[in-house]
């Protein structure tokens, strides 16, 4: 028994992405009588990809009425994942047995249709743990390297993005917002030209600063980033 409304929220739009969105969910509200609103948001001029992405995220929280619902769902547009996905993070964040979760992710993979074993684990900006990037460094690495024992748990982590469940309070009764800060100088970063370290970084600091919640990963639920080596980042 589960009610969703669905908030677009977009700004630069240079392919008809949200044209594209925006007809499909039309489509969703008139057969499931579900609730979609949609805005689009004006930039600044000279405002950095993570800023504007901070601003999109903040703009969804101030334009929702969040203190009506329970949870967020948060599923950036390049993401693909199946219904059952997110059954799983709402059983996770409801178990009694974690302590405190306020926020459940799950793994984020490059899209990939033959073998689960033959996926990649891909969001390594804003995956973090114990500081450093989740599991490794390289986003194209083979988890079957990994050995497939280690993704049947729900592991603490620093930080997770691109997909994820996350308790309303933390935004109405905290204040927690999106933002950006400088990123630390790596030579070894796979994105050297972003200046800005992720806005969902930021937003999971703030959540371990002002909030008693902790946040949490299911290696065993699981999400497709598009696949940039078959489609382009000019796609992206």
């Known amino acids: ?26 489509s969703i509200e008139e057969r499931y009588g579900t609730k979609i609103t949609s805005n689009i948001i004006t930039f600044p001029k000279r405002l950095d990809g ?16 969040l203190k009506d619902y329970d949870y967020v769902l948060n599923i950036d547009t390049d993401i693909m994942f199946d219904n059952h996905t997110i059954i799983k993070l709402i059983k996770d964040i409801q178990n009694p047995k974690l302590d405190n979760p306020g926020i459940v992710a799950p793994m984020v993979f490059i899209e990939d249709y033959y073998s689960y074993m033959n996926s990649y684990f891909y969001d390594t900006m804003a995956y973090k743990i114990k500081d450093k990037n989740f599991l490794h460094t390289t986003p194209y690495i083979p988890i079957k390297l990994f050995g497939a024992d280690r993704f049947k748990q729900v592991i603490s982590v620093d930080s997770v993005g691109s997909f994820y469940l996350a308790k309303s309070s933390i935004f109405v009764k905290y204040g927690v917002t999106y933002g950006t800060y400088l990123r630390k100088l790596d030579q070894n970063s796979l994105h050297p030209q972003r200046k800005y370290e992720s806005e969902q970084v930021y937003m999971c600091e703030q959540i371990k600063q002002k909030t008693p919640y ?23």
Not at 50 to 65: C, E, G, M, P, V
């Open 50 to 65: 993570i800023q504007k992405l901070a601003t999109l995220r903040n703009a969804f929280l101030y334009i929702n009425d």
């Open 1 to 26: 028994n589960i009610q969703f409304s669905i908030s677009v929220i977009y700004g630069d739009d240079e392919d008809g992405t949200s044209n594209i969105l925006l007809n499909k969910l039309s």
């Open 214 to 236: 902790n946040i949490y990963v299911d290696l065993n639920a699981k999400c497709y980033h598009i696949n940039l080596q078959k489609y382009g980042m000019t796609w992206h």
